[in-house]
């Protein structure tokens, strides 16, 4: 049996051994440590890329130690209680598919092929379905790509994108808070930006991990992977053939992108850019964390979270 109880203890390392890999942006192997802890108090390795600055998690998990905490883990690391999207998951979700969609609206005038890459429970899907478009979704959580078919009735490829052959191009392609749980999201990007018509779009969004007054560690999860600010995940989708649609205003790490008109030049980097990531993340001290006391905040929310989640 998977064993849960390592996943859990704070101040040990997480029970897995990882691999050192070359930064997914810029290809580069160099780089500075950020933080050694996460938001659970528990050993975990930030880097930032040496030259493009991009972070990610050191040692990155294998495929196959993901695979393992996303079945037995993950649920549990995010306080959900059941296999089922709780009711007040899926409310979240109407309303956030109802913005995705009058966001997305200046190209969606027609009947648009839509794709969600991470479709949850499908509630996007829905939506975007009730609108009268083409919908398909991709989802790797086996009980979310189920619930999304049978309460929604749309389609869901139940897979990881590597071994997903996506049927055709499409006009709108969204992916909300997913690349930075994998570990080649810049290779992902490659994928979805192939995936769309000439002049689709691709809307991202993806936690913005630009420097704010929480404690440093306190921003880091084992499930992400790479961790994104508005200049990384431009260049990270610039790498990908993408460039930000002129007809979307940015909000920080909510971007609609396009396919790059002309041939980019290749990125060119700040100097030292690792260096300077790093120093834009004051050490805080986790000891001095738990002395204040400020934990029980975030505990007790946490509790109350799962009992509202469990009583539906
Ligand atoms: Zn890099």
Partial sequence: MFDVVPFIVPFTRYPYSGSPVACDLCGAADHVTVCTHDRRLKKLETVACAQCGLMRTNPMPTEQEIVDYYKNLYRLDYGMTSTKPSRRHLNRSHRQAANRLALLA??????????????????????????????????????????AASEFGVDVINDVWEKTALPGKFDVITTVEVIEHLRRPVLALRWLADALKEDGVLYVTVPDMSPNDRETFR?????????FTPQTLIWAAAQAGLEPDPRFQPKRTQIVFRKTRTPPAPLIFPKAQGLEVAKLYPHSSVAGYIFSLRWLGSLVFRIRKTLRDSLG
């Fill in 106 to 147: 200046p190209v969606l005038s027609k009947p648009a092929r839509i794709l969600d890459f991470g479709s949850g429970a499908g509630v996007f899907l829905h939506h975007a379905k009730q609108a009268g478009h083409t919908v398909i979704g991709v989802e790797p959580g086996k009980e979310f790509a189920r619930f």
């Fill in 219 to 227: 921003r880091f999860h084992f499930a992400h992977l790479y961790q």
